[in-house]
């Protein structure tokens, strides 16, 4: 019996001919929940789109299943971690609304331009609009973009195509990419903010985006700003906006995505100088025949054995390698997670190299766990272990993998170092009992056990040997609240820098942090949080 794929909600016509061509193709659009699980076992591959709950359950019956395709973006219907431990791979198709999203932040831009919405009502209502409605131009207007990623640069070329000056705001690109595109790159969201006649977002949403614009960085734009979201609802304050628009700080918005969704009643409505859409921007007949096509393709290369590029879940490797550098899998997504919170996102490159034991077998798994780490801050759930080197990739991030069999004083060692001048160097192994020891931090020798986080901290050469100043550090500590459970201090100078380690007992407000900053002799400070925060 050849490959069978049930298709429980509609794709695009390409994409049911892509599977047609070599695959049993049943559709079955309105199939209830307990006739798909009654059926599903018959099955080599399922294609979903968010209405189809893939869960244990399912997935328990599914005995053939060898391959979920979500027809979208979003995989909150799908256990990947259960999927995972069946065997099955989950693919999507995170690309195919670039275009579509990038075109319908330009058609708020027009519309907000000229006043579009508001000379349509007024004409249709008898009223022929007054000269307030006539608008302005595009050209030699300031775009400032916040993330420059696929939709951002995107963007960026049809902006520029305009006549407008286009800047961006993106600490996690390289250079090349700013210069691929013709874009002026800001030193921060401030320096964007004070300089954008319009500003259009485009991050995912993380905790680092999360209100990332407030009452505080509208009121740095110029007056009569033009506001425009199609990324995800939070990133901008809908709060602060509604007061910035209420002020004139805020001359018009176009809003397609919301805090909460569906929304069909939100003070943004009252204004009618916004104009809002129910998250349409990625919504056009071609997005979703791309959509269609791109998710039929990865299914088809799944069940013939090959590794599809949207892949969410691990790649299959044999039972001894994975046996083999599974316990060193958490240990590389930990230095991910750990150098960008030390040394940020490299924008250049980062070398990745295992030595000792470990490099007895292959190790590309490892490369994938630390770029998962590396890139969850900037990504969110998007970045897997499978598609983490792509998205390294689209951001500059030239990826070296090396190997050695001198592992020093250690039986297995893991380094990441910045390369074509990204900077910082970290290293770690497995030490029983106590599991992941990082044992160098930018140069210097340490032993910190990670689970837990901690402060690292670097202070003049010089200062750190004075009378008070590390005594100092636990006394401010402990008057912001925060218990130590142990601290040390490393003897040694690098480049007129000494480290500081503080393991606490519990969480570190952030205003600790900022003390400690102020404290003399301190350089820089980083918290470093544990996997589980």
Not at 52 to 81: C, P, Y
Not at 304 to 318: E, Q, S, T
Request: aromatic share 4%.
């Amino acid at each position: 019996m050849g490959a069978r794929v049930l298709v429980t909600e509609p794709i695009s016509i390409e994409g049911l001919r892509t599977l047609a061509a070599s695959l049993d193709v049943v559709e079955s659009f309105d199939i209830e929940r307990e006739e798909l699980l009654s059926i599903i076992g018959e099955f080599d591959a399922l294609i979903i789109r968010s209405l189809t709950s893939v869960d244990r359950e399912l997935l328990e019956r599914a005995e053939r299943l060898r391959v979920v395709g979500r027809a979208g973006v979003g995989v909150d219907n799908i256990d990947i971690t259960f999927a995972t431990s069946r065997g099955v791979m989950v693919v999507n198709a995170p690309e195919s609304n670039v275009i579509s999203a990038a075109e319908h932040t330009m058609a708020f831009m027009l519309a907000l331009t000229r006043n579009l919405p508001a000379a349509d009502r007024d004409l249709k209502h008898g009223v022929w609009p007054e000269a307030k409605s006539r608008g302005v131009e595009l050209l030699g207007k300031t775009l400032g973009i916040v993330g420059l990623g696929r939709v951002g640069s995107a963007v960026a070329v049809r902006a520029a195509s305009f006549g407008m000056r286009v800047i961006a705001c993106d600490p996690y690109i390289s250079e090349e990419r700013f210069r691929n595109f013709g874009v002026e790159r800001m030193p921060d969201l401030d320096t964007l903010m004070a300089a954008s006649d319009y500003v259009s977002v485009h991050t995912p949403k993380t905790e680092e985006t999360c209100d990332m614009i407030g009452e505080r960085e509208l009121s740095l734009a110029p007056d009569g700003v033009r506001i425009i979201n199609c990324a995800r609802g939070g990133i901008v304050n809908e709060a602060a906006l509604v007061d910035a628009l209420a002020d004139g700080k805020v001359a018009a918005a176009g809003i397609d995505v919301f805090e909460g969704e569906p929304v069909t009643d939100h003070p943004l409505f009252s204004f009618e100088q916004v104009l809002v859409t129910p998250h349409l921007g990625g919504s056009t007949e071609e997005a979703q025949s791309r959509v269609g096509q791109t998710v039929a393709e990865q299914v088809v290369e799944a069940l013939a054995g090959l590794l599809p590029r949207y892949a969410l879940n691990m790649p299959v490797a044999d039972a001894e390698t994975l046996a083999s550098v599974a316990p060193f899998m958490p240990l590389s997504e930990t230095l991910g997670r750990a150098y960008t919170q030390l040394f940020g996102v490299p924008t250049a490159g980062v070398e990745i190299r295992c030595s000792g034991e470990v490099t007895r077998y292959r190790t590309e798994l490892l490369t994938l766990a630390f770029l998962k780490g590396l890139l969850s801050s900037v990504e969110g759930d998007e970045v897997t272990l499978v598609n983490g080197r792509h998205l390294a990739r689209e951001r500059g991030i030239e990826i070296i993998e090396a190997r050695s069999t001198d592992a020093g004083n250690f039986t297995s060692l893991v380094t990441v170092s910045g390369s074509n001048g990204s900077r910082g160097s970290l290293s770690a192994t497995l030490m029983a009992p106590h599991g992941i020891r990082i044992t160098e931090i930018g140069g210097f020798e340490v032993d910190l056990m990670p689970a837990g986080g901690a402060l690292v901290c670097w202070f003049d050469g010089e200062a750190v040997d004075r009378p008070g100043i590390v005594g100092g550090v636990g006394t401010m500590l402990g008057d912001a609240g925060v218990n130590i459970n142990r601290m040390e201090v490393g003897r040694e100078v690098i480049d007129g820098r000494a480290i500081m380690l503080i393991s606490p007992s519990g969480d570190v407000p952030q205003s600790a942090v900022e003390l400690l900053k102020g404290h003399p002799g301190v350089l820089e400070v980083r918290l470093l949080r544990s996997d589980r925060d």
